[in-house]
């Protein structure tokens, strides 16, 4: 029986990742549409406004969709953290470094359930953007609050360039369980992404979660020479400026 709500939840979280790829695409291309139609700049109703409006309610359908099953797949009891990122690793032919500490029956469902995202969204946007094959993820789930970092080697993210969808999402959903993501770059050098969990009632002061910020950081302002020279040597050869989303 167990097994089977493994595998029940899992299908349901595919369902989900796939919803939300369709529905980013979708965004992407209505986006584009509205440019078009401003580049016209006639001022006029045109089929071009019509087909945005349809585009516009089928991705409101589609969002209430994957939301949906997203909560299916909560209450079904999904695979542990760790079955569910080597699945995904494995899905997507990333190499993954996973060290994850703790137990995660603490966590509540919806925390467990962010961390699940928010790792997931890293692996997917090493094959997506990063150029490179490798991603680290690390969960310590022994301190309250818990904290999750997902790291890449790859294009990293211009300074200039604006956060897809699939961030948005996370950062809407952290901020409802009172956690913080923070987002650190530096092209040509890589991705690192840090979900901080709630402040704990009991924890002091200085385990509050960071804040969460706008703008992004250097990803390896804080590690030490022989650290940058590591992540330099593992980083990909490949034309850089590629984004998340």
């Given at each position: 029986?167990?097994?089977?709500?493994?595998r029940?939840?899992?299908?349901?979280?595919?369902?989900?990742?796939?919803?939300?790829?369709?529905?980013?695409?979708?965004?992407?291309?209505?986006?584009?549409?509205?440019?078009?139609?401003?580049?016209?700049g006639?001022?006029k109703?045109?089929?071009?406004?019509?087909?945005?409006?349809?585009?516009?309610?089928?991705?409101?359908?589609?969002?209430?969709?994957?939301?949906?099953?997203?909560?299916?797949?909560?209450?079904?009891?999904?695979?542990?953290?760790?079955?569910?990122?080597?699945?995904?690793?494995?899905?997507?032919?990333?190499d993954?470094?996973?060290?994850?500490?703790?137990?995660?029956?603490?966590?509540?469902?919806?925390?467990?359930?962010?961390i699940r995202?928010?790792?997931r969204?890293?692996?997917?946007?090493?094959?997506?953007h990063?150029?490179s094959?490798?991603?680290?993820?690390?969960?310590?789930?022994?301190?309250?609050?818990?904290?999750?970092?997902?790291?890449?080697?790859?294009?990293?993210?211009?300074?200039?360039?604006?956060?897809?969808?699939?961030?948005?999402?996370?950062?809407?959903?952290?901020?409802?369980?009172?956690?913080?993501?923070?987002?650190?770059?530096?092209?040509g050098?890589?991705?690192e992404?840090?979900?901080?969990?709630p402040?704990?009632?009991?924890?002091?002061d200085?385990h509050?979660?960071?804040?969460?910020?706008?703008?992004?950081?250097?990803?390896?302002?804080?590690?030490?020479?022989?650290s940058?020279?590591?992540?330099?040597?593992?980083?990909?050869i490949?034309?850089l400026?590629?984004?998340?989303?």
């Open positions: 029986m167990g097994a089977k709500v493994r029940g939840a899992s299908a349901s979280l595919r369902l989900a990742v796939e919803l939300h790829d369709v529905s980013g695409d979708l965004a992407i291309g209505i986006a584009l549409l509205k440019g078009w139609r401003e580049a016209a006639n001022g109703p045109s089929e071009l406004d019509r087909a945005i409006a349809v585009f516009e309610q089928v991705l409101a359908e589609l969002r209430r969709l994957m939301r949906t099953v997203s909560q299916v797949a909560a209450r079904s009891q999904p695979v542990s953290l760790r079955e569910s990122f080597e699945l995904e690793a494995k899905a997507n032919g990333i993954l470094e996973l060290t994850l500490a703790g137990k995660e029956s603490w966590l509540s469902r919806a925390q467990a359930e962010l995202l928010t790792g969204e890293a692996i997917r946007n090493v094959k997506r990063a150029g094959k490798q991603c680290r993820l690390a969960i310590d789930l022994t301190t309250c609050p818990f904290v999750m970092t997902a790291r890449d080697w790859g294009a990293g993210i211009q300074p200039d360039s604006q956060f897809g969808g699939g961030i948005a999402l996370l950062e809407a959903l952290a901020d409802e369980c009172g956690a913080a993501l923070r987002i650190s770059s530096q092209p050098l890589g991705v992404l840090t979900l901080t969990g402040r704990c009632v009991l924890a002091p200085a509050r979660p960071i804040r969460q910020q706008s703008e992004l950081s250097s990803v390896v302002a804080d590690e030490s020479p022989g940058r020279k590591r992540v330099a040597a593992r980083r990909p490949g034309p400026g590629q984004q998340i989303t």
